[in-house]
């Protein structure tokens, strides 16, 4: 059984940084992508980056384009999601997810693992 747990969430000013990371309990050898979603208060749980674990080719929602980045250490099972420049509006719950196939996309459907997330909180 797969399972993937997130890290590295908390609270930080507007403007500040966070790094959040995922790991997977069992080691994925299949060429599946990752996924990083999130949820605020009241909200749909929203796409916000994908990444294509051999290519490292990867997809971000527009609101966080150009703020965040999405990678992968296959040597380690970790996929990373570097925050910058957070807003306010950047507060959620923030959810791990493992693709069914190889391809990254910003549908919730194409995602089987979750991750039980982490709170970021960006305070203005």
């Known amino acids: 059984q797969v399972q993937l747990v997130e890290s590295g969430g908390g609270l930080v000013q507007a403007g500040g940084s966070l790094r959040l990371s995922c790991t997977e309990s069992?080691?994925?050898?299949?060429?599946?992508?990752m996924g990083w979603f999130r949820q605020a208060p009241g909200k749909e749980r929203e796409f916000v980056a994908g990444i294509r674990r051999a290519a490292a080719t990867s997809l971000y929602a527009d609101s966080v384009k150009g703020r965040f980045t999405i990678s992968i250490d296959n040597a380690k099972n970790l996929v990373y999601l570097q925050m910058n420049s957070l807003k306010p509006e950047d507060t959620a719950v923030y959810y791990c997810?493992?693709?069914?196939?190889?391809?990254?996309?910003?549908?919730?459907?194409?995602?089987?693992?979750w991750g039980q997330g982490t709170q970021v909180t960006v305070s203005s």
């Open positions: 997810a493992r693709g069914r196939t190889s391809w990254a996309t910003q549908l919730q459907n194409d995602y089987d693992y």
């Open positions: 069992v080691r994925t050898v299949s060429n599946y992508a």
